[in-house]
């Protein structure tokens, strides 16, 4: 099985700035796209962003497009996300998550694992 450990949440003020990492370890040959997710209190876990590991498309939802950018290091095997222009409802956890999809799903069940979240909290 693969593990995905995130890391790098916080609080930052509205307008600020944050890097959520996201490293993957154990049996990762067949993992072909990452994708981040967010979950907000009380509302259904949305995606965020993917990439494929390989040619690294990239592929966001309308709420990042333009502030958050994806990326990878093949040779960390850790995959990015850059989170700009922060927004109090950009507060949620935020999830990685690996799917052996050859393109970025926005459905979470196209994913066959999940990290355990890092809280991002944004303040107005």
């Known amino acids: 099985q693969a593990q995905l450990a995130e890391s790098g949440g916080g609080v930052v003020q509205a307008g600020g700035s944050l890097r959520v990492s996201c490293a993957l370890s154990?049996?990762?040959?067949?993992?072909?796209?990452m994708g981040w997710f967010r979950q907000a209190a009380g509302k259904e876990r949305e995606f965020v962003a993917g990439i494929v590991w390989r040619g690294g498309n990239t592929r966001y939802a309308g709420s990042a497009e333009g502030r958050f950018t994806i990326s990878r290091d093949n040779a960390k095997a850790t995959v990015y996300l850059q989170m700009n222009s922060l927004k109090p409802e950009d507060s949620a956890v935020y999830y990685c998550?690996?799917?052996?999809?050859?393109?970025?799903?926005?459905?979470?069940?196209?994913?066959?694992?999940w990290g355990q979240g890092t809280q991002v909290t944004v303040s107005s």
């Open positions: 998550a690996a799917s052996s999809s050859p393109w970025p799903e926005e459905n979470l069940h196209g994913y066959d694992y």
């Open positions: 154990g049996r990762t040959f067949n993992i072909a796209t």
